[in-house]
């Protein structure tokens, strides 16, 4: 057993385990394993799921990221994105038709867990559902959940690889350093539609998924 198949084999028990993790990842190329590992398992399980705002709270329960796995919606407001043009044939939006833009962090405990944009035809929701959306900070998710709506991915990027390309076909690893791994704000993007369970699209978001997601050891 050479030793990337030692360190691969480390990252899966590191899955099983990850609540115990408590040190700040260090600049190692153990750590970028493992860290690699976590988002790769995080990127599958937002794939499979068709609500994010849920596999963030399953995520911030599995390891510990605060007291009480309940994500939070921290409406951004004053920022305004006006939608795409092309976007409005994804939505399948007519000419004149209004369409609503929320912009909401996602927090668990003190952790901001993911930057969400997020565009919306009114119209396609009941008038209770937009007037929560629009009095309140609740995530969309849990707003829209009487939809039984899925969750269709339009692009899914890991904007940070702890290791490099080719990593595990023996590719140079990066040289360890003392000191905590940088990792940047931005670590993983998803685009996606969701769709009624009539099959009718309704929102456009774009979640982009920021480091904290693997502040195990910052509590």
């Not at 709270?57 to 795409?84: F, M, N, T, Y």
């Not at 940047?184 to 969701?194: D, G, N």
Request: hydrophobic letters at 40%; one cysteine or more; proline letters at 8%.
């Amino acid at each position: 057993m050479n030793s990337r198949t030692i360190i691969a084999a480390t990252s899966l028990a590191v899955l099983a385990a990850t609540a115990q993790a408590r040190e700040p990842w260090s600049d190692d190329v153990a750590s970028r394993t493992q860290a690699l590992a976590l988002l790769q398992s995080l990127n599958a399980d937002l794939l499979s799921h068709p609500s994010a705002t849920l596999t963030l709270e399953r995520w911030c329960g599995a390891h510990s990221l605060a007291p009480e796995a309940k994500i939070v919606a921290r409406r951004v407001k004053g920022q305004d994105k006006p939608l795409p043009e092309a976007e409005r044939t994804t939505l399948g939006i007519a000419p004149g038709e209004a369409v609503r833009y929320r912009r909401v962090q996602l927090a668990c405990g003190k952790h901001v867990l993911s930057e969400a944009d997020n565009w919306y035809v009114p119209s396609r929701l009941t008038p209770e559902m937009n007037k929560i959306l629009d009095t309140t900070d609740q995530p969309f998710g849990k707003v829209v959940q009487a939809l039984h709506f899925r969750r269709q991915t339009l692009s899914a990027d890991l904007l940070w690889s702890p290791l490099p390309a080719g990593w595990e076909m023996n590719a140079p690893l990066p040289p360890s350093h003392q000191g905590p791994l940088a990792i940047p704000h931005e670590v993983l993007r998803h685009r996606a539609v969701l769709f009624t369970d009539a099959n009718q699209p309704f929102s456009l978001v774009v979640e982009t998924y920021t480091a904290e997601v693997l502040a195990f050891g910052r509590r």
